[in-house]
């Protein structure tokens, strides 16, 4: 027999199994000589106040022992079926591809990147010899983005999709169950690169492919139907057609090419608000301290029981949203670039989120206004004024002396003197590993980014006594959170408006906004492209 229960108990209590035992056979007016298993449903942390809690959903076993599920992708051969393409490896074109199988087509994925292992020397060049190769890096390349960005798995929006789908298919390639578990699930940089190969694995077992190094540069359309693509193999240099009556274009925020090209040949694309400003980083052991509401020498204590604290925060700034985004507890600052001549930033955590940092985009909500001085570019507007950004934050880095287009080398600002107007003499050591450089972004960022940046840090400060510290430094600038651009389609079908057989899928076309939403958009698109296949 089993019971359900819900408990409340302290972080000391929930870390120990007999503790909960003996809980729930009070709960259940049992002997505790009867309570043979339990099992966690559902964690989660209450800090609100100095007396933390945790929040356990359990079941309680009584004379038996839980049945392990199993998690495993089941599939048939698709070698021979109809093929789909499927335009980048991120979360969006990887889980469309697991979901085309399932549905009985064949997926053709093209990644303009390398294969996950490969694409670790790229990165390495990138941290510690500044140089950026434009097909291979934070952004591009087996996994896209979320693969190197935290693999923070959760979402703001519950009407997406089937969320326990995709987390149950990152378990059955090698997730821990916990993440089914936990209110704010979280793989870790150093595990998701396995779990990727892992996927790529179950698609190619099945009879799909997977093309890296195969860089998208043309549409096969005609009579306003997809009839395939134009690919160039990065490392031949040799031109490829891969033919299909559909493609699923994934290719995440960054793929700036991909939004020209479509402009190019007027296929309908639109600008879209988006967000921009700094990545902010504080000592982890005082963000701790702030949230588990102990000074710093309980800390230590606290992280026994306790994971390295997060937080979110949000400010109306003249009229407009000043905001988190993507925090990292336990984290390192990223260099982003997907292009010399720019400097980007984003961060991530391990598995276990124990380095000494916290760091978290803080951003603001562009509007069309601040666009002004960019109408000429039309629906990229938005994306030029992106460029801008990056490249004068490349210039404030101080990477233009080197006159060779290298340097990610970025600009920074202690945070109590970028409120107060004040270039910082000194800089504390940073998890950034490119290095920085002092500069004044208190003047150099956009009026409508600087002051509401300011005003919102004001306002953190006094939500987290603390957090407006000079101990904190800013580094700039976060600038990809989402896509500039919208890549419209139709609401029903999925199917861009112009193009019969062009399904925009993920963040890149603007309709997912991290690793689970993109997941859930990819399964969407390859349920579609079935009903319009068969």
């Known amino acids: 027999m089993k019971n359900e229960l819900s408990l409340i108990v302290s972080p000391e209590t929930a870390a120990d199994e007999t503790s909960i035992k003996q809980i729930a056979a009070r709960e259940l007016r049992i002997p505790l000589s009867e309570v043979t298993a339990i099992k966690i449903l559902k964690r989660s942390i209450d800090a609100r106040s100095r007396n933390i809690k945790i929040n356990l959903k359990i079941e ?56 996950v292992k490969s694409r670790r020397r790229d990165l390495a060049a990138i941290n510690k010899e500044h140089v950026v190769n434009p097909h291979s890096n934070y952004c591009f390349g087996e996994g896209g983005a979320g693969t190197y960005s935290d693999g923070k798995l959760y979402t703001r929006s519950t009407k997406r999709g089937d969320i ?11 997730a821990d169950e916990t993440i089914l578990v936990e209110a704010h699930p979280h793989i870790g ?14 698609i190619i077992d099945a009879g799909g492919e997977v093309h890296f190094n195969t860089h998208l ?44 090209l479509l402009h ?26 702030l949230q588990y509401h102990c000074n710093i020498n309980e800390v230590e204590h606290k992280r026994d029981f306790l994971p390295a604290a997060s937080y979110s925060l949000v400010h109306q700034a003249l009229g407009r949203g000043v905001y988190s985004f993507c925090m990292c507890p336990g984290g390192i600052i990223a260099p982003c670039a997907t292009a010399p001549g720019e ?22 909500t562009t509007e069309p206004e601040d666009l002004k001085n ?69 003047s150099l960022l956009p009026e409508p980014i600087g002051k509401r940046l300011q ?19 800013i580094v700039g600038v976060e600038s990809r959170t989402s896509s500039p651009v919208r890549i419209p389609r139709d609401a029903e079908t999925l199917q861009h408006p112009q193009i019969k057989g062009l399904f925009p899928c993920g963040e890149g076309a603007g309709y997912a906004g991290g690793i689970v939403s993109a997941a859930i958009d990819g399964q969407k698109c390859a349920d579609k492209i079935a009903m319009a296949l068969r």
């Open 60 to 115: 309680v076993y009584c004379n038996e022992q839980p049945i392990k599920a199993e998690y495993k992708f089941n599939h048939s051969n698709v070698s021979s079926r109809k093929p789909v393409l499927i335009i980048g490896a991120g979360p969006a074109g990887l889980f469309a591809a697991l979901q085309l199988i399932e549905n009985g087509f064949k997926p053709i994925v093209i990644e303009r990147g390398k294969d």
């Open 164 to 174: 326990n789908k995709v987390l149950e298919l990152f378990v059955a390639h090698g």
């Open 189 to 202: 940089t150093n595990k998701l690169p396995k779990i990727i190969q892992a996927m790529r694995q179950s």
């Open 217 to 260: 540069t043309d549409f096969i359309i005609k009579n306003n139907s997809i009839q395939g693509i134009i690919c160039k193999k990065l490392e031949t240099g040799s031109t490829t057609e891969y033919i299909a009556e559909a493609v699923i274009l994934a290719t995440g925020h960054s793929a700036r090419d991909i939004f020209e």
């Open 264 to 289: 190019s040949k007027n296929i309908l694309i639109e600008g879209k608000t988006f967000a921009m400003g700094v990545r902010v980083e504080h000592p982890q052991a005082l963000i701790d301290s």
């Open 343 to 364: 400097v980007v930033t984003n961060g991530w955590s391990p598995s276990k989120r124990n380095n000494p940092y916290a760091n978290s985009g803080i951003v603001v």
């Open 374 to 442: 960019y109408q000429k570019y039309g629906p990229l507007a938005g994306l030029r004024y992106q460029q801008d950004l990056e490249k004068m934050a490349w210039e404030a880095g101080g990477n233009a002396a080197l006159d060779n287009g290298l340097g990610q080398t970025a600009p920074a600002q202690r945070l109590l003197d970028f409120v107060n107007n004040r270039l910082s003499p000194a800089l504390p050591d940073v998890s950034y590993q490119p290095g920085i450089k002092s500069a004044p972004l208190h």
């Open 455 to 473: 005003i919102g840090f004001k306002e953190f400060g006094k939500k987290m006594r603390g957090y407006l510290s000079n101990d904190a430094v």
